[in-house]
């Protein structure tokens, strides 16, 4: 697969995004027939969800945040243009390959304060602009992933940089560290892995000899491996004809029902 090199992300200063009238928080709920307590409090929600999500993941586009608070786009675009202006949130456009560049949205130390849970420890957020495009596409993908599941049941969700933190201050090392890792409706604790492109069998026989080993420590109950439409079948075909895999330094035997431990679905655009 051919390799864009897009150009990296432009920082905007939140107070070049702004130039038209501001608006009182109230008016940013359309809603004429609603008193001026409840627009304030539906509006405070949805503030405080979209700085807790963004606490959580780091960046999100405007997308995801108009379907993590099920809300038209106009309506998102005028709340984080409000958070920009209150200095809540940072604006960056990225070119991550498609047509046109995205805007992407990262919480400010002001807008990670009012997010935090009380006791919580002051996260470390990666800069936008020290991220590649490709990983930037990659948790995009991924958020609209965790989205689509928090809407069946699913919940917990820790990305892979929030694992890697955990893991490096109890100092402890794992073989894999998924992209997210969760918790299922019925309450087991499964991995999530989104694959843009697919890997050489050969590596696919190492990660599965470690999702093994994980499974062996009972910290994982299952795999789940999503990938772009017309993709998840022929994954699966993939996993499927893998006969010996790495696991320790040393290569074994691959059964049908370790096999099962993974599943295979496809982002829903």
């Not at 608070?69 to 920009?84: D, E, G, I, S």
């Not at 456009?93 to 919480?107: C, D, H, K, T, Y």
């Not at 965790?146 to 402890?172: D, H, M, V």
């Amino acid at each position: 697969m051919q390799t864009i090199n897009p150009a990296p992300p432009a920082i905007i200063p939140a107070k070049d995004i702004i130039k038209s009238k501001k608006l009182a928080p109230a008016n940013l709920i359309i809603s004429s027939k609603l008193p001026h307590a409840q627009k304030m409090a539906i509006f405070e929600s949805r503030k405080r969800k979209v700085l807790r999500f963004l606490l959580e993941e780091n960046y999100s586009s405007l997308e995801n945040l108009a379907n993590l608070t099920k809300t038209p786009k106009q309506t998102v675009l005028r709340l984080t243009k409000h958070l920009c202006e209150i200095n809540y949130l940072t604006k960056v456009e990225v070119n991550i390959g498609l047509a046109r560049p995205i805007s992407v949205f990262q919480p400010t130390n002001t807008g990670i304060m009012f997010a935090m849970l009380e006791n919580e420890e002051l996260p470390e957020l990666r800069e936008i602009s020290k991220v590649n495009s490709v990983t930037i596409y990659h948790d995009l993908k991924l958020q609209q992933i965790r989205l689509k599941l928090e809407a069946e049941g699913y919940i917990k969700f820790q990305s892979s940089w929030q694992l890697t933190k955990i893991l490096r201050k109890r100092q402890e090392k794992v073989p894999k560290i998924p992209d997210y890792t969760c918790i299922n409706p019925q309450g087991d604790k499964i991995a999530i892995e989104y694959e843009r492109t697919i890997k050489t069998k050969k590596r696919y026989q190492e990660i599965i000899g470690q999702y093994l080993d994980i499974k062996e420590r009972g910290i994982i109950k299952q795999v789940i491996y999503y990938t772009d439409d017309g993709f998840a079948d022929k994954l699966k075909q993939l996993f499927q004809s893998v006969e010996f895999v790495y696991r320790k330094g040393r290569t074994e035997k691959c059964l049908a029902e370790q096999l099962s431990y993974f599943k295979f679905a496809c982002v829903i655009n």
